[in-house]
């Protein structure tokens, strides 16, 4: 694991599940798991949850109701079903700009 500064380059490289897994694996198991967002003006958010771009889509299609089940949804170019979303929560408190600077990958 290296410390990535903060850049446009580091945030187009994308995170992969195994990836944040072992990030976490080295965490206190206790502790609360908060998203910081917006760099420019940073708040700290509380983790509704997770999910992929697969239920999502089947949940869609179950309340749109339309019955067709053995059609595939259709996917954004760059998009995969296993995406795996990390859903923002409650807006908790004003963030730092330095949480940029030293996150680990």
């Known amino acids: 694991m290296i410390t990535i500064p903060y ?3 580091a945030a187009h ?4 599940a195994g990836e944040l897994i072992e990030l976490l694996e080295e965490q206190d198991p206790d ?7 917006q ?3 940073p708040f700290e958010l ?8 697969e239920e999502m889509l089947r949940a ?3 309340e749109d ?7 595939e949804p259709r996917l954004e170019r760059g998009t995969a079903k296993s995406d795996v979303f990390l859903v923002e929560g409650e ?3 004003y963030g730092s700009k330095t949480a940029w600077a030293v996150a680990t990958r």
């Not at 490289?13 to 992969?16: G, H």
């Not at 109701?65 to 059609?71: A, P, S, Y």
């Open 13 to 16: 490289i994308p995170v992969l």
């Open 31 to 37: 502790a609360e798991v908060l998203v910081m967002s």
């Open 7 to 9: 850049d446009m380059t």
């Open 46 to 53: 509380r983790l509704a949850g997770v999910t992929t771009r």
């Open 91 to 93: 807006q908790l408190r």
């Open 60 to 62: 869609d299609r179950d």
């Open 39 to 41: 760099p420019n003006w």
């Open 65 to 71: 109701g339309d019955g067709d089940d053995d059609e």
